[in-house]
Each structure stands twice: as structure tokens, then as C-alpha cells.
């Protein structure tokens, strides 16, 4: 079964910290992935990043065959959702 969603070398910074340092993740299409850890380990972080809600500082996020941030705004969200505990608003 090929994989959903492709995530190799990722690095994601907000201002001077790094959230996220070489993380990556084959989420597996037809499943259901749970993504758990401490307060501030950087579980929606990745998740922004994976949305293309947040930039990537480096690495790779593959949806399918395609990067993400190949997509138009319009066209990822068709291909994934993504709800926030709070009010975030995608650019």
C-alpha cells in the first residue's frame, strides 16, 4: 500500500527556535495515524507544516507523489482537511 503523506528531513523554525529538527514520517493511506506527545513537542506544528499552514524550513512533504507546496490552496484542501483547536486562518 503506497503511503498518503511523505514527510523526509523536515525542519520547521518558528523566529530563532527550532520546533521541529529532522523529522520524518510515512503516514500510511487508508489508516488512521494518531499523533501523541507532551505539551510542546511539536505535534501541530508538523501538522501546520503539513498543511502548508505553516513554512518548512527545510525537508520534504509528499502528498501522494506531489510536494505540497506544489498544490494551489484550492487543490490541497480538496486532497486534506485540517481542524484547529483553535482559530487558525490558512493565507
Known amino acids: 500500500m503506497a503511503d498518503a503523506i511523505t514527510v523526509q528531513h523536515l525542519v520547521v523554525r518558528r ?6 529538527h529532522d ?3 510515512a503516514l500510511p493511506k487508508g489508516k488512521v ?3 501523541i506527545g507532551p505539551n510542546g513537542c511539536g505535534k501541530s506544528t508538523f501538522l501546520k507544516a503539513v498543511n502548508c ?4 524550513a527545510s525537508g520534504s512533504i ?3 507523489q506531489r510536494e505540497v507546496h506544489d498544490f494551489s490552496r484550492k487543490a490541497l ?6 481542524l484547529t483547536q483553535t482559530h487558525d486562518v490558512p493565507p
Open 77 to 82: 484542501s480538496r486532497e486534506m482537511a485540517f
Open 33 to 35: 495515524t494518531a499523533i
Open 15 to 20: 523566529g530563532r527556535r527550532t520546533i521541529l
Open 62 to 64: 509528499r502528498l501522494g
Open 23 to 25: 523529522f520524518s514520517v
Open 53 to 56: 499552514m505553516i513554512p518548512a
